[in-house]
């Protein structure tokens, strides 16, 4: 791989480069420099400069950045050039709006399977999922090499329930329970709090007050 030593800073900000150059290849934009970059993402130029060359740099002297190109080596750097196999744990408010979002799917994100424990949801189609019992998840991991699961359950019950599926070989966890879970050293999660998102917006405005 090779960039190990990539801050969580700078890893943190390809995702948004990464969708500001898929924006310019939408508008056909084919080359663009990195003040040019710098007025459309808010990043400064030496910034972007200085981010870009941790992976080797991309640009060129007096052209700019080729827009294709950076595009496509930016989502290699972030595993976009391959598709993942997802299921989604907890079929409630959350779970469903996720499973509606065709966007993870354009970008690589197959979700296979929505799993729920409450009887009542087992067995209601979803877009086109019928919600599966999470009684048996583990048979379903193994059998379809899943990689990723998106937790949309609370959080109690979120550590048991992820003991079970690393057992089964789950390598990555998107977490939307309000929980840091305990995980093997090989198994990565990326946690999406809304609330803390929620509370630092509140903080902001204090502040701008
Ligand atoms: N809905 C939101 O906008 C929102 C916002 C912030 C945080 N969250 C977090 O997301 C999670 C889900 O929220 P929600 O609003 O969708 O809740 P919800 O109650 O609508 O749905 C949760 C679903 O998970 C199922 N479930 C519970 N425990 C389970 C288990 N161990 N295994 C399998 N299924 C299980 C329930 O039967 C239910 O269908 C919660 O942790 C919540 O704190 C949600």
Redesign the pocket.
Known sequence: MGNKNISMAVIRRLPKYHRYLGDLLDKDIQRISSKELSDIIGFTASQIRQDLNNFGGFGQQGYGYNVEALHSEIGKILGLDRTYKAIL???????QAIANYSGFRKAGFEIKAL????PR?IGLKIREFEVLD?ENIEEFIQKNDIDIAIL???????Q??MNRIVKVGIKGVWN???IDLEVPKDVIVENVN??ESLFTLSYLMKESE
């Open positions: 744990v907890g079929a409630g408010n959350l779970g799993f729920d424990a409450n949801m999470s949309c359950i609370p959080k109690n019950g979120a048991e329930l939307f329970a309000p809304l609330t």
